[in-house]
C-alpha cells in the first residue's frame, strides 16, 4: 500500500500538531525518505502557506540526537539523568508488576496519570490513554493548566465555546487584541487583522506588556494585571449612558439587560481609571470606539484568564458584544476558543464506562501538593505529553515531590526532560510526523486528518500503541483495547448530536484533508446557555456561587513583594517545547524581565545586568530590559526555559499554585516578586 512513510522524495501532507490555536496545514518535503523543510500549505483556507519559525525548524527537533531511541532505566538519583537502554518488554513488565503490587496493596487510586497537550492530536492526546486510566480505576487528573477559568467564564455568558469564525474577519474594522500576544501566539490572527487594516481596521491592543503585538498595534493600551474586568464594566457604563447599546438585540437575544444596566452604574469612569491605571478619557475613547465601530471583533487571550480572577474577566468581556449587536454581524463578536464546534464524542472514544468506580480527580496546577498528600498517597506517576518539572506553577514544590524515594515515576516522551530526569522508567514517545491522528482547531473550525510521514524514529511508540502495550500487560481484554487508530478516529466522529460535525469520517478526511465544521451561522439560535440567549445576568451563576452580573474582583494580594509578577510564554518556544533546541535557545537568546525605567532607577538597576528575582516560593536570575514596555510596578518575563548548566532561570518557581475563580484554573500572572541588582556587568 502507498503510504507517506514509503515517499522517498517528495511533498506529503500534515498538520501542526502543537497546542496552538492555528492549526496550520502543512507540507512536509522528503528527501531520502526524511524529512527535509517544512512549509505552510498554501491550500490550507485558513493558514494560506504561512507558519511559524518554530515549526518550519521543527526538522532539527524531529532528528535531534537528543532524541530518546530505546526505553531507558535509571540507575543513578533522581533527577541526576543517569540511565541504561533497556527492552520494551522489560519496560512493561516492570511498570505492569509495579502497578499489580500498588493496586494489591493501596488500592488504584494510588497512580495519577499527568498530562497535557504537547501532541494534539485528539486520539493521542485523549483517547486510548483516557480507555486505560478509566479502566485502571487510577485517580484522574484534572486537566486544568491552560484555559479553562476563562472557558467557564465564557461559557456562562454564552453557552459553550463557540466564536466568530476567522474566515468572516477580513470585514471587520475594529480588532481589540484583548490579553493576547497574536504575533507570537496566533500569528494568522494578526495577519487576518493586518490584511482588514488595508481596508481601514483599527487594531487595538490591551496588554500588561508592550510586547511585540502591542508595538504593532494602532492602538496600545497598558493595564494593571488582573484589572479587566473593571475596564470592561467601565465601557458598559459609558455604552449605557451614550445609548450606544444595541436595544433591539438586546430585547430579542439576551437575558439582563436591565438588571446590567443598573448593575454598571457604579463603574463611573474615574473609579475604573484608578483600578486599571488607564486615563479616563482613554476609557471614553475605547468605549466610543467600541461603540460605533462595526464589525467590532474581540479576540480574548489566555493571558487574561491566568488570574485569581480570570474566569470573571473573560466573562465580563464576553458580554460585551452583546451590548452592541456585535453578533449578528459579519465578522463581528467575540473570540476566545471556537473548540465547541468541533467536539467529537468523547464517550464513545474514552469510554469512561470503562471505569468501574468513582474516582479522585486531582488538579494538575497543584501536583507539588498531591505529592505530597499523606492521607491516600500518590505512590505512582505517569507523565506524558506534559512536563511538569518546567511548566507547572510551585516547581520547586513539584521537583521535591518528583524526588520522593518512594514516588514510581513514568514518562513517554521524545526527549529527557526535566520532569524525565526524574523517572523511574523514561518510555521513547514518536513524533506526531509518525502518527495517524485527527486534529481539531480551537481557533479555525477546521478539522485534519493526520497520517504518518515517517516511520517510527529508534524504538519509539505513539501514546495509542503504548497504552494498548500497557493494557494487555494489565489483562484489560475488552475490545476497547484492540481498536486501531482508524478505528478509534471512526468512533470520535460519530457524534450526531453536534450539528456543526457532519458525516465526517476517516476514509472522508483521507481525501479531503481538512473539513470545515458545518452551519456554524446560527449560533444565535442554538445557544446552550439555560435560557438559551445570551446571559448578562447568569442565574447559573448564582447557583455556582458567584455574582449573577459580571463584577470586578480584585486579585488575591500577596503581602511584602512590590512587583506584580507575569510570567508568559515566548515567540520562539511552544511552552516548553523547543527549549532544549539549540537552534530555538539561539533566536530567543536568553530569558529576560522587563521592568519600568522608574523602578528600576529608585532600585539602581542597570539595563541589560542580571537581576535576582525573588519570593516565598522561588527565585530566578534573569537578564533585564529597563524601559516603558511595562507600567510602574510590574514585572514580565517571557518563556518556560530549560534547565541549563550554571543557570537559575526556572521560571515557575516563582508562580503560585492558587486556583483561579473558576474551574480550578491556573493563576500564573497573579503572583508578586522582588527584584534587586546582583551584576553591574552587561549580560545581553
Ligand atoms: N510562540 C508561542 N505560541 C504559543 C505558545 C507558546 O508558548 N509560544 N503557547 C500556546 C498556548 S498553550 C497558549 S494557552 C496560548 C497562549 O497565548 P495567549 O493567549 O496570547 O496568552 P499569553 O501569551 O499567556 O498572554 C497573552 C498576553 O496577556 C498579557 N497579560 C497578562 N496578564 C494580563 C492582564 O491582566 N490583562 C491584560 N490585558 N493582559 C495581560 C501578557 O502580557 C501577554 O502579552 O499560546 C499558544 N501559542
Ligand atoms: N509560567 C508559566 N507557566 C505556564 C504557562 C505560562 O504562560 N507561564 N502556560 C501554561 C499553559 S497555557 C500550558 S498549555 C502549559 C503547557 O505545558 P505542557 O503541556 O507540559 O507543554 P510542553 O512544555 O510543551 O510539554 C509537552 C511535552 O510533550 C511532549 N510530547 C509531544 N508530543 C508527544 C506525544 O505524542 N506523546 C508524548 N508522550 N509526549 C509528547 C513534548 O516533547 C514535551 O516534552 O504550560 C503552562 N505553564
Ligand atoms: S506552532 Fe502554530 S503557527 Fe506554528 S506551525 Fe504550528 S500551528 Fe502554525
Ligand atoms: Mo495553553
Not at 515517517?454 to 529508534?458: A, E, K, M, T
Given at each position: 500500500m502507498q503510504t507517506y512513510i514509503n515517499v522517498k522524495n517528495g511533498v506529503v501532507p500534515s498538520v501542526c500538531s502543537l497546542d496552538c490555536p492555528d492549526q496550520c496545514g502543512l507540507l512536509v518535503h522528503k528527501k531520502d525518505g526524511k524529512i527535509g523543510k517544512i512549509e505552510g500549505d498554501p491550500d490550507h483556507p485558513v493558514t494560506k502557506g504561512n507558519i511559524c519559525n518554530k515549526v518550519r525548524n521543527m526538522g532539527e527537533r524531529i532528528y535531534d540526537t537528543k532524541r530518546i531511541k530505546t526505553p531507558l532505566k535509571r540507575v543513578g538519583q533522581k533527577g541526576e539523568g543517569k540511565f541504561v537502554p533497556i527492552g520494551w518488554q522489560e519496560a512493561i513488565e516492570t511498570i505492569t508488576n509495579h502497578w499489580k503490587k500498588l493496586i494489591s496493596e493501596d488500592g488504584p487510586e494510588s497512580i495519577l496519570p499527568y498530562s497535557f497537550y504537547g501532541n494534539m492530536g485528539n486520539i493521542n492526546a485523549e483517547g486510548m490513554d483516557r480507555r486505560f486510566f478509566n479502566r485502571l480505576g487510577s485517580s484522574q487528573i484534572d486537566r486544568t493548566i491552560c484555559s479553562v477559568a476563562g472557558s467557564k467564564g465564557y461559557s456562562y455568558t454564552m453557552g459553550g465555546s463557540y466564536g466568530t469564525d476567522p474566515e468572516e474577519m477580513s470585514e471587520t474594522k475594529l480588532f481589540i487584541m484583548w490579553g493576547i500576544n497574536t504575533v507570537s501566539t496566533n500569528m494568522h490572527q494578526m495577519t487576518i487583522a493586518q490584511k482588514a487594516r488595508k481596508q481601514g481596521a483599527k487594531i487595538v491592543v490591551i496588554d500588561v506588556h508592550k510586547n511585540q503585538t502591542g508595538r504593532m498595534a494602532d492602538w496600545f493600551i497598558p493595564i494593571l494585571p488582573g484589572t479587566d474586568g473593571a475596564l470592561a464594566l467601565g465601557i458598559m457604563h459609558i455604552l449605557y449612558k451614550e445609548k450606544l447599546v444595541d436595544q433591539s438585540f438586546l430585547e430579542e437575544y439576551t437575558i439582563g439587560y436591565k438588571e446590567l444596566e443598573d448593575h454598571i452604574e457604579h463603574y463611573q469612569p474615574q473609579l475604573v481609571s484608578e483600578i486599571t491605571g488607564i486615563a479616563v478619557e482613554d476609557i471614553y475613547k475605547l468605549a466610543r470606539m467600541y461603540g460605533t465601530t462595526s464589525p467590532s471583533m474581540i479576540r480574548i487571550g489566555n493571558g487574561l484568564q491566568h488570574h485569581d480572577n480570570g474566569g470573571m474577566i473573560v466573562r465580563t468581556i464576553s458580554c460585551l458584544p452583546a451590548l452592541t449587536g456585535q453578533w449578528l454581524v459579519k465578522g463581528g463578536g467575540a473570540l476566545k476558543s471556537n473548540s465547541a464546534y468541533l467536539t467529537h464524542n468523547t464517550k464513545e472514544l474514552q469510554r469512561p464506562d470503562l471505569q468501574k468506580h468513582h474516582t479522585r480527580t486531582i488538579n494538575m496546577n497543584q501536583l507539588g501538593k498531591a505529592l505530597f498528600e499523606t492521607k491516600d498517597p500518590i505512590r505512582s506517576l505517569f507523565v506524558y505529553g506534559s512536563n511538569p518539572a518546567i511548566v507547572a506553577p510551585e516547581s520547586n514544590k513539584v521537583r521535591e515531590g518528583l524526588a520522593r524515594q518512594d514516588l514510581f515515576t513514568v514518562v513517554h516522551d521524545l526527549f529527557l526532560t526535566e520532569t524525565a530526569m526524574f523517572a523511574d522508567i523514561v518510555l521513547p514517545a514518536t513524533s506526531a510526523f509518525e502518527n495517524t491522528d485527527f486534529y481539531t482547531s480551537y481557533w479555525h473550525q477546521y478539522i485534519h486528518l493526520q497520517e504518518p510521514v515517517?516511520?517510527?524514529?529508534?524504538e519509539s511508540k505513539s501514546n495509542t500503541e503504548l497504552f494498548r502495550l500497557l493494557a494487555y500487560a494489565m489483562g484489560f481484554n475488552e475490545q476497547a483495547f484492540k481498536d486501531r487508530d482508524e478505528e478509534l478516529i471512526n468512533q470520535a466522529l460519530n457524534h450526531s448530536s453536534n450539528p456543526y460535525l457532519h458525516d465526517v469520517t476517516f476514509e472522508k478526511l483521507k481525501n479531503d484533508r481538512f473539513i470545515k465544521a458545518k452551519n456554524t451561522n446560527d449560533l444565535l439560535k442554538n445557544l446552550k446557555t439555560p435560557s438559551g440567549k445570551i446571559e448578562l445576568y447568569s442565574e447559573k451563576m448564582e447557583l455556582d456561587g458567584y455574582p449573577a452580573l459580571p463584577t470586578y474582583i480584585p486579585l488575591v494580594e500577596e503581602q511584602n513583594f512590590p512587583f506584580h509578577y507575569v510570567p508568559g510564554p515566548n515567540h520562539n518556544f511552544l511552552n516548553s517545547t523547543f527549549s532544549n533546541n539549540d537552534k530555538h535557545i539561539k533566536l530567543e537568546k536568553a530569558p529576560k524581565l522587563f521592568m519600568n525605567q522608574q523602578d528600576a532607577d529608585s532600585r539602581g538597576i542597570e539595563n541589560g545586568t542580571t537581576v535576582r528575582i525573588w519570593n516565598n516560593r522561588g527565585e530566578c536570575e534573569l537578564t533585564v530590559f529597563v524601559g516603558n514596555q511595562v507600567l510602574p510596578s510590574v514585572v514580565v518575563s517571557q518563556g518556560l526555559w530549560s534547565d541549563m548548566p550554571g543557570k537559575n532561570q526556572l521560571i515557575n518557581a516563582l508562580t503560585p499554585d492558587r486556583l483561579a475563580d473558576m474551574g480550578g484554573g491556573a493563576t500564573f500572572f497573579s503572583g508578586r516578586v522582588n527584584v534587586e541588582a546582583i551584576r553591574k556587568e552587561k549580560t545581553v
Open positions: 515517517i516511520s517510527p524514529y529508534g
